[in-house]
C-alpha cells in the first residue's frame, strides 16, 4: 500500500514538473528565447545532473529504467530543446544553434562530395602559356597607374 501511495506521488510530482515545463517554455517563446534543462533545472532548483540521471533511467525509474515516467518526461523536453535549436539552425541559420546541435545533441555535418568527371585537361599546353606569357611580357609597355 505504501508503495502504490509513493508511485502516484512519484507521479503527481513529475506530472507537475511537466506542467512548470509547459509554462516556462510559453515564456521562452514569448520573448524570442530558445528553452534548455540547464535554465528549467535553475528554475526549479532541481540538478541538471537529476534529470540525466533520470532520462538515462538510472534514477526514479521504479524498476522501469528507461520506461519511467520520469525517463519519459525529461527525454520529451530534451527533444522539445533540439527542436527548438533545429527550427534556428534552419530558418535563422543561427551558427550558435548549428554548434548547440553538434555539442548536445551529436548532430554532424556530412562533408560536400565533389566528383570530377571527365576531368578536363588544359586547352594550352604549358610551352604555349609560356610563350603567350613571354609575348604579353615584350608587348605591355604600359605602366600601372598608381
Known amino acids: 500500500m505504501i508503495y502504490i501511495i ?26 524570442g528565447k530558445r528553452p534548455t534543462l540547464l535554465n528549467f533545472s535553475l528554475l526549479v532548483g532541481i540538478s541538471n545532473d537529476t534529470f540525466t540521471t533520470w532520462a538515462t533511467g538510472e534514477y526514479r525509474s521504479n524498476g522501469q529504467g528507461t520506461q519511467s515516467e520520469h525517463s519519459r518526461t525529461v527525454r520529451k523536453w530534451q527533444r522539445e530543446c533540439e527542436s527548438s535549436l533545429a527550427d534556428g539552425a534552419t530558418e535563422k541559420n543561427s551558427i550558435g544553434c548549428i554548434f548547440a546541435l553538434k555539442a548536445n545533441y551529436g548532430w554532424v555535418e556530412t562533408p560536400q562530395r565533389i566528383e570530377v568527371s571527365n576531368a578536363q585537361q588544359p586547352q594550352l599546353s604549358d610551352q604555349e602559356i609560356a610563350e603567350i606569357a613571354q609575348d604579353k611580357s615584350k608587348d605591355s609597355d604600359i605602366e600601372p597607374d598608381f
Open 6 to 31: 509513493m508511485v502516484l506521488y512519484l507521479l503527481v510530482c513529475v506530472s507537475i514538473l511537466d506542467n512548470i515545463w509547459d509554462i516556462y517554455t510559453d515564456m521562452c517563446y514569448s520573448f
